[in-house]
């Protein structure tokens, strides 16, 4: 009996548990209405371009947007690309390439056109919901990376006459050009390289080497023929300082680093010379003339300031290519990778790299540019993106152009400016239309307050000694790429 009544409460349960088996297998699953896209790439293509699926896109859902931010290197053949995209189970996504349309999800190996924009239909897993999407491959149609001089403009230096020598320097933030004009020497101030100089014609007692004249954090200061010394704080007004000279190397804050020569020997010297201090001979290695101006700067791993200097010719009239380090104490030789060379233009700017997974970095990059060699006026750059440790013979992309003659002696000035800035009084060559680019690094505009660095390269000399009368105006393409829209 009890057996039975056991078999009677099993059947009762499964009769009960039946109905609502039945009622959950009739239920309907929730479809998704999502019509996001959640993920979008290019599938890899090495016939196209390496790391092509590296290629980062933004996806926009505000406004149906999807595009490169930092857009393919010129040239690229985007013609014939395969895409991968990712949704929240949407039942269709229709792709539009020229007069056809297909469903990715039933095909995702199709090549597409990307020469154009192309829609992108996305449906929902109801079905009830659809968002359509504009799919833009950006492609530089100028090389991003290229020094580009041309279509930024040119000009005469200020003032009038025939110009024989010229020097141009930053001064507590501004501009003055040294210059002798018709045997006139002439001072031309101004804010701005491109802005009204205020010219001053100087009543010098003395000769001057300009190529001789260096600044300090409070005064400038030069030789005259004879290598007597004199200084100013104002570049009008000039002081014999009753010392004379082999050469000025340059200046590390407001200490002079000078040269002199007993006859026999050169030593490392100071104006003012330090209390105790006794000149240091200098190594045989050492250039005496035709160095480029000193670099400073302030290393991420020295608490003091550093100066560089490169090329020139030693004592014994040997020609050299060497950079040579100063750290507020002492001179070494850093680096002989540079060919030889005297009257270098040694500054410091930006380039850009871009890695594997298309991340591109700016650098900080010194920059050395033309110079003598006992030959020729040589054109090349050379640049270091690691202070000067490593040198290699820069990009094509850097060179300067065919229209900019070669040159040694040459000034330059980084001056910060607004975005793709021109000049009507300032005349132009080559001029290629800036086209809309896009860009990670930085975004500039014509209405953002930040600044973009322009070169300005004043002067240089020939071979023969003649001096250009020209001020050269030059940029990195994509510092001057509109941002995104």
């Not at 599938?43 to 980062?56: G, R």
């Not at 001089?149 to 320097?169: D, H, I, N």
């Not at 290629?432 to 390269?457: E, F, N």
Request: hydrophobic share 35%; with cysteine; glycine share 6%.
């Amino acid at each position: 009996m009890i057996k039975f009544l056991k078999h009677i409460a099993i059947l009762l349960l499964v009769v009960c548990i039946m109905p609502s088996c039945k009622k959950e297998d009739k239920e309907t699953k929730a479809l998704s209405e999502s019509v996001r896209i959640s993920a979008f790439s290019l599938q890899a293509d090495k016939e196209v371009l390496d790391n092509l699926e590296n290629v980062f896109f933004t996806i926009d859902l505000e406004n149906g947007l999807i595009y490169n931010a930092d857009s393919l290197p010129k040239g690229t053949d985007v013609s014939k690309l395969k895409v991968k995209i990712t949704t929240d189970k949407a039942s269709k996504v229709n792709i539009t390439d020229i007069d056809s349309t297909f469903d990715y999800l039933k095909n995702n190996n199709v090549p597409i056109n990307l020469n154009f924009p192309r829609n992108i239909e996305v449906i929902s897993q109801s079905g009830m919901h659809k968002k359509n999407y504009q799919l833009k491959v950006n492609v530089h149609k100028l090389n991003p990376d290229q020094l580009y001089w041309g279509g930024v403009q040119y000009a005469r230096l200020p003032g009038e006459g025939k110009l024989s020598a010229q020097k141009t320097v930053k001064f507590q933030e501004l501009i003055y050009c040294f210059m002798t004009r018709d045997d006139n020497h002439m001072l031309a101030i101004a804010p701005h390289p491109a802005e009204q100089w205020q010219i001053t014609e100087l009543a010098l007692s003395f000769t001057p080497n300009w190529l001789s004249l260096h600044t300090s954090v409070d005064a400038f200061y030069i030789l005259d023929t004879d290598q007597n010394l004199y200084t100013s704080t104002d570049g009008i007004n000039w002081e014999n300082t009753g010392k004379s000279y082999a050469n000025i190397v340059g200046c590390i804050g407001s200490e002079l680093l000078t040269l002199t020569y007993d006859g026999t020997n050169y030593y490392h010297d100071k104006y003012p010379q330090p209390e105790g201090y006794s000149p240091i001979p200098l190594s045989p290695q050492f250039p005496v003339t035709g160095f480029s101006d000193m670099l400073t700067y302030n290393s991420p791993w020295l608490t003091s300031p550093q100066g560089m200097i490169v090329g020139g010719r030693t004592a014994n009239g040997e020609l050299t290519g060497a950079m040579w380090g100063y750290d507020g104490n002492s001179w070494a030789m850093l680096s002989d990778q540079i060919p030889a060379r005297e009257g270098a233009t040694f500054f410091s700017f930006v380039t850009f790299f871009t890695d594997d997974y298309w991340v591109t970095s700016e650098l900080p990059t010194w920059f050395i540019l033309g110079g003598f060699n006992d030959n020729s006026t040589l054109r090349d750059i050379w640049v270091s993106n690691n202070y000067g440790i490593n040198w290699q013979k820069a990009e094509e992309t850097l060179m300067l152009p065919g229209y900019i003659i070669s040159r040694g002696n040459a000034s330059v000035v980084v001056c910060d400016e607004p975005r793709n800035t021109t000049y009507a009084t300032w005349q132009s060559v080559d001029m290629l239309p800036l086209p809309q680019d896009y860009r990670l690094v930085r975004t500039y505009s014509s209405t953002s307050t930040q600044l973009v660095p322009y070169i300005y390269m004043f002067g240089g000399m020939s071979s023969d000694d003649y001096t250009f009368d020209q001020v050269w105006r030059g940029t990195i393409n994509r510092l001057r790429f509109d941002p995104i829209p």
